[in-house]
């Protein structure tokens, strides 16, 4: 069974930080494209951040460009979230997701319905 676990939300005040991690199991995801949305309450499941299969490439949404980091490392089947300077309208549930034969090694992707795999999804809290 395929599965992607997110770890390490939790509560942080506002520029504080928290690094997200996402393992895979199942199958392995070197081949994939990964990203990271977010949902807070009462909206829509929107687009954060991204990373080709290379890892050469990455994609921001423009409100997080600058204080998160997404990377990967292929060889334990991971991809991390790295947030700074977290602000309180950053608050919301963090999923995990993988796109399965990319276009290409080097690109990356941002829309919810490109992508096949999703973690249950970690909670990040940012108070004021």
């Known amino acids: 069974q395929v599965q992607l676990v997110e770890s390490g939300g939790g509560l942080v005040q506002a520029g504080g930080s928290l690094r997200l991690s996402c393992a895979a199991s199942g199958r392995t995801f070197i081949n994939d494209a990964m990203g990271w949305f977010r949902q807070a309450p009462g909206k829509e499941r929107e687009f954060v951040a991204a990373i080709s299969a290379s890892g050469g490439s990455t994609y921001y949404k423009d409100s997080v460009k600058g204080r998160f980091t997404i990377s990967r490392e292929n060889a334990k089947n991971t991809v991390t979230l790295e947030m700074n300077s977290l602000r309180p309208e950053d608050t919301a549930v963090y999923y995990c997701?993988?796109?399965?034969?990319?276009?290409?090694?080097?690109?990356?992707?941002?829309?919810?319905?490109?992508?096949?795999?999703w973690g249950q999804g970690t909670q990040v809290t940012v108070s004021s």
């Open positions: 997701t993988a796109k399965v034969t990319p276009q290409s090694y080097s690109r990356t992707y941002y829309r919810k319905y490109e992508y096949d795999y």
